[in-house]
Protein backbone atom coordinates (compact mmCIF):
# COMPACT_ATOMS: atom_id res chain seq x y z
CA UNK A 1 0.00 0.00 0.00
CA UNK A 2 1.52 3.46 -0.93
CA UNK A 3 2.53 5.66 2.14
CA UNK A 4 -0.43 8.39 3.61
CA UNK A 5 0.50 11.60 2.02
CA UNK A 6 -0.85 14.69 3.15
CA UNK A 7 -4.51 14.66 1.41
CA UNK A 8 -4.94 10.55 2.58
CA UNK A 9 -5.61 11.45 6.01
CA UNK A 10 -6.84 14.06 8.45
CA UNK A 11 -8.59 14.59 11.86
CA UNK A 12 -11.94 13.73 13.02
CA UNK A 13 -12.90 16.87 13.75
CA UNK A 14 -12.44 18.76 10.45
CA UNK A 15 -15.27 16.41 9.72
CA UNK A 16 -17.38 18.54 12.24
CA UNK A 17 -19.06 18.25 15.25
CA UNK A 18 -21.80 15.78 14.13
CA UNK A 19 -19.35 13.67 13.07
CA UNK A 20 -17.13 14.02 16.29
CA UNK A 21 -20.16 13.12 18.21
CA UNK A 22 -21.30 10.24 16.18
CA UNK A 23 -17.60 8.46 15.75
CA UNK A 24 -16.91 9.12 19.50
CA UNK A 25 -20.33 7.46 20.20
CA UNK A 26 -20.00 4.11 18.13
CA UNK A 27 -16.50 3.94 19.38
CA UNK A 28 -17.97 3.92 23.00
CA UNK A 29 -20.85 1.09 21.98
CA UNK A 30 -18.18 -0.82 19.91
CA UNK A 31 -16.26 -1.22 23.36
CA UNK A 32 -19.02 -1.89 25.90
CA UNK A 33 -19.74 -4.70 22.78
CA UNK A 34 -16.22 -6.36 23.25
CA UNK A 35 -16.24 -6.23 26.92
CA UNK A 36 -19.84 -8.34 26.86
CA UNK A 37 -18.42 -10.42 24.08
CA UNK A 38 -15.66 -11.33 25.98
CA UNK A 39 -16.78 -11.42 29.46
CA UNK A 40 -18.90 -12.86 31.62
CA UNK A 41 -22.22 -10.72 30.70
CA UNK A 42 -23.29 -12.28 27.75
CA UNK A 43 -26.82 -13.13 28.24
CA UNK A 44 -29.50 -13.13 24.72
CA UNK A 45 -33.57 -13.58 24.41
CA UNK A 46 -35.49 -13.90 21.51
CA UNK A 47 -37.58 -11.46 20.41
CA UNK A 48 -40.94 -11.62 19.11
CA UNK A 49 -40.07 -12.06 15.90
CA UNK A 50 -37.83 -14.95 17.08
CA UNK A 51 -34.59 -12.84 16.25
CA UNK A 52 -31.97 -12.66 19.26
CA UNK A 53 -31.05 -9.67 21.15
CA UNK A 54 -28.33 -9.64 23.35
CA UNK A 55 -26.82 -7.48 26.93
CA UNK A 56 -24.79 -5.78 24.62
CA UNK A 57 -27.44 -4.51 22.04
CA UNK A 58 -29.05 -3.06 24.95
CA UNK A 59 -26.05 -1.37 25.95
CA UNK A 60 -24.98 -0.19 22.90
CA UNK A 61 -28.08 1.63 22.50
CA UNK A 62 -27.98 3.47 25.67
CA UNK A 63 -24.73 4.61 25.28
CA UNK A 64 -24.76 5.47 21.64
CA UNK A 65 -27.90 7.80 22.45
CA UNK A 66 -26.88 8.79 25.69
CA UNK A 67 -24.29 10.41 23.73
CA UNK A 68 -25.89 11.87 20.28
CA UNK A 69 -28.74 12.97 22.99
CA UNK A 70 -25.78 15.00 24.72
CA UNK A 71 -24.50 16.52 21.59
CA UNK A 72 -27.62 17.64 20.04
CA UNK A 73 -31.51 16.57 22.10
CA UNK A 74 -33.44 17.77 19.15
CA UNK A 75 -32.46 15.75 16.61
CA UNK A 76 -34.84 11.89 16.82
CA UNK A 77 -33.21 8.22 17.04
CA UNK A 78 -34.40 5.69 14.99
CA UNK A 79 -32.87 2.90 17.03
CA UNK A 80 -33.75 -0.97 16.64
CA UNK A 81 -34.35 -1.89 19.98
CA UNK A 82 -36.69 -1.11 23.10
CA UNK A 83 -36.56 -1.45 26.57
CA UNK A 84 -39.91 -3.03 27.21
CA UNK A 85 -37.81 -6.42 28.02
CA UNK A 86 -35.54 -4.68 30.44
CA UNK A 87 -38.37 -3.36 32.53
CA UNK A 88 -40.41 -4.75 35.55
CA UNK A 89 -39.64 -7.49 38.45
CA UNK A 90 -39.84 -10.92 36.12
CA UNK A 91 -36.40 -13.03 36.69
CA UNK A 92 -35.37 -13.10 33.50
CA UNK A 93 -35.93 -8.82 33.27
CA UNK A 94 -34.02 -8.51 36.18
CA UNK A 95 -30.91 -10.32 35.34
CA UNK A 96 -30.89 -8.61 31.72
CA UNK A 97 -31.34 -5.49 33.38
CA UNK A 98 -28.76 -5.88 35.68
CA UNK A 99 -25.72 -7.51 33.39
CA UNK A 100 -27.08 -4.56 30.57
CA UNK A 101 -26.43 -1.85 34.13
CA UNK A 102 -23.01 -4.22 34.34
CA UNK A 103 -21.98 -3.28 31.08
CA UNK A 104 -22.44 0.03 30.35
CA UNK A 105 -21.25 0.45 33.90
CA UNK A 106 -18.39 -0.47 32.65
CA UNK A 107 -17.43 2.46 30.32
CA UNK A 108 -19.97 4.70 32.04
CA UNK A 109 -20.46 5.08 35.70
CA UNK A 110 -22.60 7.83 35.94
CA UNK A 111 -25.72 6.19 34.02
CA UNK A 112 -28.38 5.04 36.38
CA UNK A 113 -30.98 2.90 35.72
CA UNK A 114 -33.63 5.67 34.48
CA UNK A 115 -30.97 6.96 32.50
CA UNK A 116 -30.38 3.60 30.70
CA UNK A 117 -33.92 2.36 29.70
CA UNK A 118 -34.44 6.43 29.17
CA UNK A 119 -32.11 6.29 26.65
CA UNK A 120 -32.83 3.16 25.17
CA UNK A 121 -36.75 4.26 24.57
CA UNK A 122 -35.21 7.53 22.94
CA UNK A 123 -34.69 5.40 19.76
CA UNK A 124 -38.02 5.48 18.82
CA UNK A 125 -38.68 7.58 16.43
CA UNK A 126 -40.79 6.23 13.45
CA UNK A 127 -38.34 8.46 10.62
CA UNK A 128 -39.86 9.72 7.71
CA UNK A 129 -39.11 12.18 4.33
CA UNK A 130 -38.19 15.70 6.16
CA UNK A 131 -36.42 16.80 9.26
CA UNK A 132 -33.10 15.28 10.40
CA UNK A 133 -32.88 11.97 12.39
CA UNK A 134 -30.66 9.52 13.54
CA UNK A 135 -30.59 5.37 12.79
CA UNK A 136 -28.86 3.46 14.92
CA UNK A 137 -28.19 -0.31 15.01
CA UNK A 138 -26.74 -1.19 18.26
CA UNK A 139 -25.33 -4.42 17.01
CA UNK A 140 -26.17 -5.31 13.29
CA UNK A 141 -25.21 -8.84 12.73
CA UNK A 142 -26.36 -10.25 16.59
CA UNK A 143 -25.90 -13.89 15.12
CA UNK A 144 -22.76 -12.92 14.16
CA UNK A 145 -21.87 -10.80 17.41
CA UNK A 146 -23.70 -14.99 19.22
CA UNK A 147 -21.15 -17.05 17.04
CA UNK A 148 -17.85 -14.20 17.49
CA UNK A 149 -18.12 -13.73 13.80
CA UNK A 150 -18.16 -10.10 12.52
CA UNK A 151 -20.56 -7.61 14.07
CA UNK A 152 -21.37 -4.07 13.50
CA UNK A 153 -22.52 -0.54 15.45
CA UNK A 154 -23.93 1.08 12.50
CA UNK A 155 -25.32 4.63 12.65
CA UNK A 156 -26.46 7.02 10.21
CA UNK A 157 -27.49 10.54 10.40
CA UNK A 158 -30.71 11.14 7.37
CA UNK A 159 -31.47 14.43 6.66
CA UNK A 160 -34.66 15.03 4.00
CA UNK A 161 -34.17 11.24 3.24
CA UNK A 162 -30.93 11.46 2.43
CA UNK A 163 -27.68 9.49 4.68
CA UNK A 164 -25.48 12.43 5.16
CA UNK A 165 -23.20 10.87 7.78
CA UNK A 166 -22.66 7.40 8.28
CA UNK A 167 -20.32 5.51 10.57
CA UNK A 168 -19.39 1.53 11.28
CA UNK A 169 -17.46 0.38 14.23
CA UNK A 170 -16.29 -3.14 13.03
CA UNK A 171 -14.67 -4.18 16.75
CA UNK A 172 -13.83 -7.92 15.23
CA UNK A 173 -12.60 -7.27 11.75
CA UNK A 174 -9.24 -6.85 10.77
CA UNK A 175 -7.68 -3.94 8.57
CA UNK A 176 -6.67 -6.47 6.28
CA UNK A 177 -9.40 -9.36 5.15
CA UNK A 178 -6.23 -11.41 3.75
CA UNK A 179 -4.08 -11.08 6.47
CA UNK A 180 -5.49 -12.86 9.84
CA UNK A 181 -2.39 -11.30 11.53
CA UNK A 182 -3.53 -7.64 11.00
CA UNK A 183 -4.69 -5.41 13.20
CA UNK A 184 -8.40 -6.13 14.90
CA UNK A 185 -10.96 -3.65 15.32
CA UNK A 186 -11.84 -0.96 12.43
CA UNK A 187 -14.00 2.18 12.41
CA UNK A 188 -15.36 4.25 9.52
CA UNK A 189 -17.27 7.24 8.84
CA UNK A 190 -17.93 8.87 5.58
CA UNK A 191 -19.52 12.42 5.05
CA UNK A 192 -21.42 12.95 2.43
CA UNK A 193 -19.62 14.92 -0.36
CA UNK A 194 -16.71 14.70 2.19
CA UNK A 195 -15.64 11.20 1.55
CA UNK A 196 -15.20 8.03 3.71
CA UNK A 197 -12.12 7.27 6.14
CA UNK A 198 -11.03 4.54 8.16
CA UNK A 199 -9.65 4.63 11.54
CA UNK A 200 -8.71 2.16 14.48
CA UNK A 201 -10.90 1.34 16.98
CA UNK A 202 -8.32 2.77 19.21
CA UNK A 203 -7.66 5.91 17.93
CA UNK A 204 -10.45 7.80 16.38
CA UNK A 205 -9.29 10.67 15.69
CA UNK A 206 -6.99 10.26 13.09
CA UNK A 207 -8.33 9.06 9.87
CA UNK A 208 -7.04 7.64 6.48
CA UNK A 209 -8.84 7.94 3.82
CA UNK A 210 -10.94 4.57 2.21
CA UNK A 211 -11.24 3.78 -1.63
CA UNK A 212 -13.04 1.26 -3.65
CA UNK A 213 -10.68 -0.74 -5.93
CA UNK A 214 -11.39 -2.52 -9.05
CA UNK A 215 -9.08 -5.72 -10.00
CA UNK A 216 -9.92 -7.62 -12.97
CA UNK A 217 -12.88 -10.49 -13.23
CA UNK A 218 -10.79 -13.36 -11.53
CA UNK A 219 -9.69 -10.85 -8.54
CA UNK A 220 -13.48 -9.54 -7.85
CA UNK A 221 -14.90 -10.86 -4.67
CA UNK A 222 -18.31 -11.16 -3.40
CA UNK A 223 -19.21 -10.46 0.22
CA UNK A 224 -22.66 -11.73 1.34
CA UNK A 225 -24.38 -12.83 4.50
CA UNK A 226 -23.72 -16.12 6.22
CA UNK A 227 -27.44 -16.47 7.25
CA UNK A 228 -29.33 -18.08 4.42
CA UNK A 229 -32.50 -16.78 4.96
CA UNK A 230 -30.97 -13.30 4.84
CA UNK A 231 -30.27 -13.33 1.60
CA UNK A 232 -30.09 -16.08 -1.54
CA UNK A 233 -26.79 -17.61 -1.87
CA UNK A 234 -28.12 -19.77 -5.03
CA UNK A 235 -28.75 -16.80 -6.83
CA UNK A 236 -25.40 -15.02 -6.12
CA UNK A 237 -23.46 -17.72 -7.94
CA UNK A 238 -25.54 -17.79 -10.62
CA UNK A 239 -25.24 -13.52 -10.90
CA UNK A 240 -21.71 -14.05 -10.39
CA UNK A 241 -21.32 -16.63 -13.61
CA UNK A 242 -23.59 -14.14 -15.52
CA UNK A 243 -22.00 -11.02 -14.51
CA UNK A 244 -17.97 -12.51 -15.20
CA UNK A 245 -17.36 -12.07 -11.66
CA UNK A 246 -14.61 -14.80 -10.62
CA UNK A 247 -12.69 -14.10 -7.67
CA UNK A 248 -13.79 -15.75 -4.11
CA UNK A 249 -16.98 -15.84 -1.94
CA UNK A 250 -16.60 -14.49 1.25
CA UNK A 251 -19.58 -14.73 3.94
CA UNK A 252 -19.78 -12.77 7.10
CA UNK A 253 -22.21 -10.93 9.01
CA UNK A 254 -23.60 -7.29 9.43
CA UNK A 255 -22.19 -4.20 7.36
CA UNK A 256 -18.80 -5.49 7.80
CA UNK A 257 -19.39 -5.89 4.20
CA UNK A 258 -19.95 -2.52 3.46
CA UNK A 259 -16.88 -1.78 5.10
CA UNK A 260 -15.01 -4.29 3.48
CA UNK A 261 -15.89 -2.88 0.19
CA UNK A 262 -15.79 0.47 1.11
CA UNK A 263 -11.91 0.05 1.80
CA UNK A 264 -11.50 -1.90 -1.51
CA UNK A 265 -11.07 -5.37 -0.07
CA UNK A 266 -14.30 -7.06 -1.45
CA UNK A 267 -15.78 -5.65 -4.61
CA UNK A 268 -19.70 -6.71 -4.62
CA UNK A 269 -22.03 -6.78 -1.78
CA UNK A 270 -25.64 -8.73 -2.56
CA UNK A 271 -28.33 -9.13 -0.28
CA UNK A 272 -30.82 -10.95 -2.59
CA UNK A 273 -34.07 -11.94 -1.59
CA UNK A 274 -35.33 -15.46 -1.24
CA UNK A 275 -38.35 -16.03 -3.69
CA UNK A 276 -41.35 -15.37 -1.92
CA UNK A 277 -39.74 -12.86 0.88
CA UNK A 278 -41.98 -10.47 2.48
CA UNK A 279 -39.06 -8.80 4.41
CA UNK A 280 -38.67 -5.30 4.14
CA UNK A 281 -35.38 -4.09 4.82
CA UNK A 282 -34.70 -1.86 7.81
CA UNK A 283 -33.40 1.63 7.79
CA UNK A 284 -30.55 0.84 10.61
CA UNK A 285 -29.02 -2.20 8.28
CA UNK A 286 -28.52 0.00 5.65
CA UNK A 287 -27.80 3.81 6.38
CA UNK A 288 -24.24 3.78 8.05
CA UNK A 289 -22.60 1.39 5.48
CA UNK A 290 -24.66 2.48 2.11
CA UNK A 291 -22.94 6.27 2.64
CA UNK A 292 -19.50 4.16 3.24
CA UNK A 293 -19.77 2.70 -0.17
CA UNK A 294 -20.78 5.67 -2.03
CA UNK A 295 -18.14 7.87 -0.34
CA UNK A 296 -15.67 5.55 -0.99
CA UNK A 297 -15.83 5.60 -4.72
CA UNK A 298 -18.90 2.74 -5.19
CA UNK A 299 -21.91 2.56 -5.93
CA UNK A 300 -25.18 1.18 -3.69
CA UNK A 301 -28.62 0.47 -5.29
CA UNK A 302 -31.32 -2.02 -5.00
CA UNK A 303 -31.44 -4.95 -7.02
CA UNK A 304 -33.53 -3.23 -9.76
CA UNK A 305 -30.64 -0.85 -9.67
CA UNK A 306 -33.05 2.03 -7.79
CA UNK A 307 -31.31 4.69 -5.39
CA UNK A 308 -32.24 3.57 -1.68
CA UNK A 309 -34.49 5.54 -0.29
CA UNK A 310 -34.45 6.22 3.73
CA UNK A 311 -37.71 8.53 3.91
CA UNK A 312 -40.41 5.95 4.36
CA UNK A 313 -40.18 5.65 7.70
CA UNK A 314 -38.18 2.50 9.26
CA UNK A 315 -38.20 0.42 6.56
CA UNK A 316 -36.97 0.42 2.68
CA UNK A 317 -40.30 -0.30 1.70
CA UNK A 318 -39.87 1.02 -1.61
CA UNK A 319 -36.95 -0.86 -2.43
CA UNK A 320 -35.95 -5.00 -3.03
CA UNK A 321 -32.72 -6.07 -1.64
CA UNK A 322 -29.28 -4.27 -2.15
CA UNK A 323 -26.61 -4.24 -4.72
CA UNK A 324 -23.05 -2.51 -3.10
CA UNK A 325 -19.92 -2.25 -5.62
CA UNK A 326 -17.04 -0.53 -6.65
CA UNK A 327 -19.01 0.98 -9.30
CA UNK A 328 -17.35 -0.70 -11.79
CA UNK A 329 -18.79 -4.17 -11.67
CA UNK A 330 -22.19 -2.64 -10.99
CA UNK A 331 -24.68 -2.25 -14.14
CA UNK A 332 -23.47 -5.66 -15.60
CA UNK A 333 -24.64 -7.05 -11.60
CA UNK A 334 -27.94 -4.85 -12.09
CA UNK A 335 -28.39 -6.53 -16.22
CA UNK A 336 -27.74 -10.52 -14.90
CA UNK A 337 -30.31 -9.82 -11.90
CA UNK A 338 -33.05 -8.20 -14.48
CA UNK A 339 -33.04 -11.51 -16.15
CA UNK A 340 -33.06 -13.88 -13.33
CA UNK A 341 -35.84 -11.51 -11.49
CA UNK A 342 -38.19 -11.23 -14.18
CA UNK A 343 -39.30 -14.51 -14.16
N1 LIG B 1 -35.49 -12.45 6.30
C1 LIG B 1 -34.56 -11.50 6.33
N2 LIG B 1 -34.06 -10.99 5.18
C2 LIG B 1 -33.11 -10.04 5.21
N3 LIG B 1 -32.59 -9.53 6.36
C3 LIG B 1 -33.06 -9.99 7.52
C4 LIG B 1 -34.06 -10.99 7.58
N4 LIG B 1 -34.31 -11.25 8.89
C5 LIG B 1 -33.50 -10.43 9.61
N5 LIG B 1 -32.76 -9.67 8.79
C6 LIG B 1 -31.80 -8.63 9.13
O1 LIG B 1 -30.48 -9.09 8.85
C7 LIG B 1 -29.62 -8.37 9.69
C8 LIG B 1 -28.25 -9.02 9.72
O2 LIG B 1 -27.75 -9.01 8.43
P1 LIG B 1 -26.52 -9.89 7.95
O3 LIG B 1 -27.07 -11.18 7.48
O4 LIG B 1 -25.97 -9.06 6.85
O5 LIG B 1 -25.62 -10.03 9.13
C9 LIG B 1 -30.33 -8.35 11.00
O6 LIG B 1 -29.87 -7.27 11.76
P2 LIG B 1 -29.62 -7.43 13.34
O7 LIG B 1 -28.57 -8.46 13.54
O8 LIG B 1 -29.22 -6.06 13.71
O9 LIG B 1 -30.94 -7.84 13.92
C10 LIG B 1 -31.81 -8.22 10.59
O10 LIG B 1 -32.30 -6.89 10.64
MG1 LIG C 1 -31.86 -7.55 15.51
MG1 LIG D 1 -29.19 -5.07 11.83
MG1 LIG E 1 -29.24 -5.06 15.46
Redesign the pocket.
Known amino acids: MAAATKTSTTSLAALGDAAVAAVRAVVAASRVCETVRTGELMQSMSKDDK ?1 PVTVADFAAQAIVIHELHAFDASIPVVG ?1 EDADALRGDAEEATQLRQKVMSAVHSLRTDLDEAAVLGAIDRGNYEGGASGRFWAL ?1 P ?6 FLRNDQYAVALGLVEDGQVVLGVLGCPNLREDLDNPESVRGCGYVAKRGEGCFKFNLDNCESLTKATVTSPPAEEVRLVE ?3 T ?3 SHDTSAQIKAAANIKGDSVRM ?2 QA ?1 YAVVGRGDAHLYLRLPRAG ?1 T ?1 E ?2 IW ?1 HAGGMLIVEEAGGRVTDIHGKPLDFGQGQTLKNNTGVVASNGVVHDAVIAALAEIYKN
Not at 139 to 144: F, H, L, Q, S
Request: without cysteine; glycine residues 8%.
Open positions: SEDIDGTKGSVEKHTDSKSHEKD
